[in-house]
């Protein structure tokens, strides 16, 4: 099974009543997920040894293949075929895809998972024998079939990284669709593939680190040290770091973090990132991820930095579509963090609280709310730092980032260079007293001291935390 | 796309201090380039003279201090970081839309421009930095290499490695002999119950061109250990030491620097 399963659970809910049908079902969990749901489920495969003997009576395994397959038209409720068809002789992919789309009973859900012309298998010799293709291509093809309009629920095209046997670490070139066929009952028709709203965490994290290369062994071996970690979610997407998220979640909790996703950036996000997100904050198994509220890459330019954004209606409905997307293939609560600025963008409309609000409310996610940069900015643009934490929308702050900045000529910077300072840890108190704040995470990245220091700073926080999170 | 505009405008100005002077040697026509309102354009020129570039130069020093950082430690400590530098700054200027994530293999991408970029490099500059340059890109790639094979589990490494496509090794043209001034080694040793590595020993390097195609592992192990037979460092059994580097190159997690 290489689909992540949030792809494909929301079908259980939106399906009509009727049995299912999965096509090459391998070891058939699609299937066994459906039966325990209570439906009826046929699983073709040419090897059904694989298919567990301890299934539910509402499941029957057939051995076959696509081709030899004659399913009954308009049948069933749900029709899966995941990574199948790229084993189809190209002669046979159309009129396979065909008789798959006709099984669909109005209403009902036609799953594909494929493999496109990305996949690394299109290179190789045994590509002459196979069929590659993307989502444009399966939908114009749907679409030719006079088999009615197919509506598309949920689509991803990427690469998915994956790491099995007998092939360990390697990539797949995916196109994954779930699409509804017309008709049905017209208020089930209504019903859109759902995207979880951000979740209240119900317990408390505590206080910890942000995770640095200068002391991250020696953390690692001192489990108990800290309450929570904060981990870069960027640093582990690809091999060989790629299961480095899994192994600090078996020794500390785990807050992915991540600077790249630029979700203020006016372009869809990136999906084959979006799934190595997907993935990598899985082995988290995290209450929440975060990044910031800002863009940091364009096209023609990557910053490498955190960048405001213009304060207007505009952003808050890009910064809305990028998280909306970001929430489809990340089924984590998302969280995203207020940064430091030194110049206000043209073309502001409103002020940063006003944004953060509107942001926070119209995107639907979780605040990660930086003390330290809402207090630098309030010094260097002149506000007052607590009335702009009252105009916050306390009830969304879960997680809060601490450290110390430096004066550079008129403004102070937000480096991560020095101790919190205790004007920060007083505004850290006063919003602990106002917001339901799960987890306190310091951060230093240069000029970093030994451990034992950082973490008695972390101590004098964990006390504070303490005493409003009994 | 205006508010795309306005954010490249401003990351071209956030990164590149000739842009920044571009603009404001020619006071502001450089920026007409991007689909700005009079107002955006404006408001950019005057914030340009003020906090602006106060950022920029920190979002420059950042970008070039992260792209230090992450290069591998055998450049960092066998390139002088003066050169490292002034190149840096050449590579932010020259590919300003290249990404990187920490840690990213993706970096290879920088390594490469760097040993392009030598030609322009002063003097002073050793003579081993083009082979350390290649050296750590190769080693990047092979690291990121995906290759796909069937492979038994009981097996330490696969039986046949496939080429990536990224590999496109040339020979290097500067093989470290043992003890050398200046020598570029590998230590190679057991810790716990994985090996450490410290870049590099040149049997690496040969690795790293036989590989370069696809290769069956035992013939190569047999040419690499012969060639270094007399290497001590290598231990009494130097086909099990070559065989045992070959299985770290390809298994993940173990090329770390």
Redesign the interface.
């Known amino acids: 099974m290489t689909v992540p399963w949030h792809w494909l659970a929301p079908a259980f809910e939106l399906a009509p009543k009727g049995p299912v049908l999965e096509v090459g079902a391998g070891r058939a969990d699609v299937a066994l997920a459906w039966a325990r749901h209570g439906r009826s489920v046929l699983a073709l495969d040419l090897d059904v040894s694989r298919i567990t003997t301890r299934r539910p009576g509402r499941m029957h395994a057939r051995k076959g293949d696509l081709r030899t397959l004659r399913p009954r038209e308009r049948f069933y409720a749900a029709v899966h075929a995941h990574n199948v068809l790229q084993f189809l002789p190209r002669s046979d992919f159309e009129e396979s895809l065909r008789r798959l789309a006709a099984a669909v009973k109005p209403g009902g859900l036609l799953a594909l998972t494929a493999f496109n012309s990305r996949d690394?298998?299109a290179?190789?010799p045994e590509a002459e024998r196979m069929s590659f293709a993307g989502c444009d291509q399966l939908l114009a093809l749907l679409e030719g079939f006079d088999l009615g309009s197919f509506e598309v629920l949920f689509r991803f095209e990427g690469d998915v990284?994956e790491e099995h046997?007998?092939?360990?670490?390697?990539?797949h070139g995916q196109a994954h669709l779930v699409l509804r066929r017309h008709g049905g009952a017209p208020d089930r028709a209504k019903e859109r593939w759902p995207i979880p709203g951000p979740r209240a965490p119900e317990r408390n994290l505590g206080v910890g680190l942000s995770v640095r290369g200068a002391f991250e062994e020696e953390l690692f071996g001192r489990p108990g040290a800290v309450d929570v970690v904060e981990l870069?979610t960027?640093?582990f997407?690809?091999?060989?770091?790629?299961?480095e998220m899994e192994r600090w979640s078996e020794r500390f909790p785990v807050l992915p973090h991540a600077v790249?996703l630029s979700v203020?950036?006016?372009?869809p996000p990136d999906e084959t990132v979006l799934a190595g997100f997907a993935r990598v904050i899985g082995q988290a198994k995290a209450p929440w991820h975060s990044d910031h509220l800002c863009?940091s890459?364009?096209?023609?330019?990557?910053?490498?930095?955190l960048?405001p954004l213009?304060f207007?209606d505009?952003?808050v409905e890009?910064v809305a579509a990028n998280a909306r997307r970001i929430r489809e293939l990340v089924p984590v609560t998302l969280l995203l963090e207020n940064i430091a600025y030194?110049?206000r963008?043209?073309?502001g409309k409103m002020d940063e609280a006003e944004f953060i609000r509107k942001v926070v409310e119209r995107a639907d996610v979780g605040l990660l709310l930086d003390v330290t940069n809402l207090a630098l900015n309030a010094l260097n643009n002149g506000y007052d730092a607590q009335a702009f934490i009252d105009a916050l929308p306390l009830e969304r702050v879960w997680q809060l980032h601490v450290a110390g900045g430096e004066r550079?000529?008129?403004?102070v910077?937000d480096t991560h260079s020095q101790p919190v300072p205790a004007e920060v840890m007083k505004l850290v108190e006063y919003v602990l007293q106002r917001a339901p704040v799960r987890a306190i995470i310091l951060e230093r990245d240069v000029n970093i001291p030994p451990l034992e220091e950082l973490l008695s700073e972390v101590e004098a926080a964990r006390a504070l935390f303490r005493r409003y999170r009994r | 796309m205006s508010a795309l505009q306005l954010q490249t405008a401003i990351a071209r100005l956030l990164t590149s201090a000739a842009f920044r002077e571009q603009v404001r040697r020619d006071g502001g026509e450089s920026l007409r380039a991007y689909e700005l309102t009079e107002a955006e354009h404006r408001e950019l020129l005057v914030l340009l003279e003020g906090r602006l570039e106060t950022y920029a130069r920190c979002v420059g020093a950042g970008k070039e201090d992260f792209l230090l950082g992450n290069l591998p430690a055998l450049v960092r400590t066998h390139v002088p970081e003066a050169l490292l530098r002034q190149a840096l700054r050449r590579f932010i200027e020259a590919r300003p839309g290249v990404r990187l994530h920490p840690r990213d293999a993706g970096l290879a991408v920088v390594l490469r421009w760097l040993e392009e970029d030598l030609p322009s490099w002063p003097a002073e500059t050793p003579a081993h930095a083009r082979d350390v340059l290649r050296f750590e890109r190769l080693r990047r790639e092979v690291s990121a290499a995906l290759p796909r094979y069937p492979h038994p589990k009981h097996l330490p490494m696969p039986e046949r490695l496939r080429r990536h496509p990224a590999w496109d090794a040339e020979r290097f043209s500067w093989d470290v002999p043992a003890g050398a001034p200046g020598e570029v080694s590998w230590l190679y040793k057991h810790k716990d119950c994985a090996a450490e590595i410290t870049p590099c020993h040149p049997v690496l390097a040969d690795l790293a061109r036989a590989f370069d195609q696809p290769a069956e592992v035992e013939p190569v192990v047999a040419a690499v250990a012969a060639k270094h037979q007399v290497d001590e460092r290598l231990g009494p059994d130097v086909p099990a030491a070559v065989r045992e580097v070959v299985g770290e190159l390809f298994r993940e997690g173990s090329l770390r620097s």
């Open positions: 690394p298998l290179q190789a990284l046997d007998p092939d360990g670490i390697h990539i870069m960027d640093s997407l690809y091999p060989p770091h790629h299961r790249t203020g950036t006016p372009l863009f890459h364009v096209p023609e330019v990557d910053t490498a930095s960048v213009a207007t505009e952003m890009v030194y110049f963008v043209p073309g550079y000529r008129d403004v910077l």
